[in-house]
């Protein structure tokens, strides 16, 4: 749990806020003494408290600012407190607050946003590695070229699965006004005239008489399963299933060593580029995977790479990751450059990836758009074929 705090620092006598992640108020009160800091105040976080977490976008801007001031030649603390300065959400001044009372306080920068737990652990162990060497802007701006990726691609998903959505909730839409406002006319013309409906009529019918008194609770109930399994997939243990579900499909197969890819070599070269040995970027890289598969896969390859084997064979044994990149962390082991082949490589997986997004949504658009026509079809053929039936018993 996190509680924040309110301390005097026992050295320096100076005032201090901040937040601490504990197990519960008599954790917090001793690793408060322990850094030298005699806390006067306490209190849990709730959750009306400002949400610290970052946003893929605010993370970019942030680091984006940050290295541009430190690029200037101003100091690490100077640039922090002109950023807190310019802040413009409270969110942001809330970070940039406890970042510096943490720098104040004595430590570093990546052992303050590590303590913080503002950024992942990707973020915190390279910036921690470019802080080492000297190099950290020089790092900032590798960790900016991979945040400006992911942008890039969840820009392309989001193109990808903007038709579907309109699609389904045109859908929705035109069920809800159907159940609520054609049909119960037409149930009530067809009665009154004792009209033989055909059955898929009748189907309609008595879904929608079930559906209609309910179908406020019907929605919220539709909106409610949603976010639960929206929560069970992001379980680990219903991840890892779901994913080896899909696996199963080719073409879902080919999607995910694409992406796999994408994230190994670019994630992995900077950690390398950085500094960073092999099999501590591996253990960073497990850390920050989101996918069940390939972390199971990179800390196999980590056990077996302490026992002397070479990352490319440890890989070749699983089919998570392409078969191309494989071979070039092959080729880059025995030459002495798997950073740098590694980075290079990530460009061409990213170009391979949104394309491939792109050529779903080509075939994903006609394919939902006949079924959208398939579901209003038979939603008027249900309406047509009895009043044809009724217009001829008139006549």
Request: net charge positive.
């Amino acid at each position: 749990m996190i509680y924040y705090y309110y301390a005097n620092s026992i050295k320096t006598n100076k005032k201090i806020r901040g937040q601490i992640d504990c197990i519960d108020r008599k954790d917090a009160i001793n690793q408060l003494l322990n850094v030298g800091l005699n806390p006067l105040f306490l209190r849990k976080k709730t959750i009306f408290d400002i949400s610290t977490s970052l946003s893929i976008h605010e993370t970019y801007l942030f680091l984006y600012e940050l290295s541009n001031l430190l690029q200037s030649g101003i100091s690490l603390i100077e640039t922090l407190n002109i950023m807190y300065q310019q802040a413009n959400s409270r969110k942001r001044r809330f970070i940039l607050r406890d970042i510096i009372n943490e720098l104040n306080s004595g430590k570093s920068f990546s052992q303050a946003i590590k303590k913080l737990n503002y950024f992942s652990p990707f973020i915190v162990s390279t910036i921690h590695a470019g802080e080492s060497s000297g190099n950290l802007s020089y790092v900032l701006d590798l960790i900016l070229q991979q945040i400006q990726i992911q942008i890039e691609s969840k820009k392309v998903v989001e193109k990808a699965t903007l038709y579907p959505k309109i699609v389904l909730l045109t859908l929705m839409g035109i069920v809800i006004v159907a159940i609520k406002f054609i049909f119960p006319q037409f149930i009530e013309l067809f009665n009154s005239y004792k009209v033989d409906m055909p059955f898929i009529t009748k189907l309609i019918i008595s879904i929608i008489e079930f559906i209609r008194p309910n179908l406020v609770t019907f929605i919220i109930s539709l909106y409610l399963y949603f976010l639960v399994m929206k929560r069970i997939n992001s379980l680990y243990y219903f991840k890892s299933i779901s994913e080896k579900i899909k696996l199963q499909f080719t073409f879902y197969k080919n999607l995910f060593q694409l992406k796999s890819s994408l994230e190994f070599s670019n994630l992995l070269g900077i950690l390398l580029n950085a500094g960073i040995t092999l099999k501590d970027a591996l253990i960073i890289l497990e850390q920050t995977i989101s996918s069940p598969s390939l972390k199971k896969q990179i800390k196999k390859s980590v056990n077996e790479i302490r026992e002397g084997r070479d990352l490319s064979s440890t890989l070749k044994e699983q089919a998570i990751l392409s078969g191309t990149l494989i071979s070039i962390i092959e080729i880059g082991e025995k030459s002495g450059t798997l950073d740098t082949m590694l980075l290079n490589s990530g460009k061409y997986f990213e170009k391979l990836y949104n394309h491939k997004l792109e050529k779903l949504l080509i075939w994903i658009e006609p394919i939902l758009t006949l079924t959208l026509a398939v579901i209003v079809g038979i939603i008027v053929l249900s309406i047509m074929l009895p009043t044809f039936s009724l217009a001829t018993q008139i006549i």
